[in-house]
């Protein structure tokens, strides 16, 4: 694979945003408790921030992905654990999300199969170090203590499974995808970094 920017539109961006935001209400909607965290919000920001030649919608598309997705499974799927309507919540996440598109100006620089491996699971190991340690910083759920962080992290890594596969399977199949589109629609997809 090559080093290759996409000529980005904001149409292309929009559907984006739709199908994330979607895939992330679809197990909630179906109450398929066992899919959640299974979610491609981390191979999208590993996307924009290998490919996207403007850097500001490399960390805008994953997080505006995030921020409407939150909106609505916070207002409508969760609303049971929150007093009135919520606006903005779980900053860990955002950091997270943040975090990952840093990560993959870094390590996709070129992409190769191996890379785009390599930085899922880079992807799914921050996502759960800082969404976990911002947890436990919070100070609400468990003891402000080494043990406490332990603690947190050990609660947590149930939660990982989906994440690492999330992030394994949806990166291999954006990054697949747009390198299949690239050999068919070349000029209307890239631009020559």
């Known amino acids: 694979m090559t080093e290759r920017k996409i000529k980005t539109q904001w149409g292309i961006l929009a559907l984006i945003v739709f199908l994330v935001t979607l895939s992330r209400l679809v197990p909630y909607a179906l109450g398929v ?4 965290n299974f979610s491609p919000l981390a191979a999208v920001a590993l996307f924009g921030g290998a490919y996207f030649m403007d850097k500001k919608k490399s960390f805008l598309f994953p997080l505006l992905a995030l921020w409407i997705s939150n909106l609505i499974l916070d207002n409508v799927f969760l609303s049971q654990y929150y007093d009135g309507f919520v606006l903005f919540q779980n900053w860990g996440v955002y950091l997270a999300i943040a975090a990952i598109v840093g990560l993959a100006f870094f390590v996709l620089k070129k992409v190769t199969l191996l890379r785009v491996v390599g930085a899922s699971l880079g992807a799914s190991v ?10 436990w910083m919070q100070g609400t759920m468990y003891p402000m203590t080494f043990s406490g962080l332990g603690e947190c992290f050990t609660a947590a890594i149930p939660f990982f ?5 999330g992030d394994m399977v949806f990166s291999l199949l954006l990054f697949g995808a747009f390198e299949w589109a690239v050999k068919r629609y070349p000029k209307q997809l890239l631009q020559q970094a």
């Open 33 to 36: 408790e066992e899919t959640f």
């Open 126 to 135: 921050l996502f759960f170090l800082v969404t976990n340690f911002v947890v």
């Open 161 to 165: 499974r989906n994440t690492l596969m």
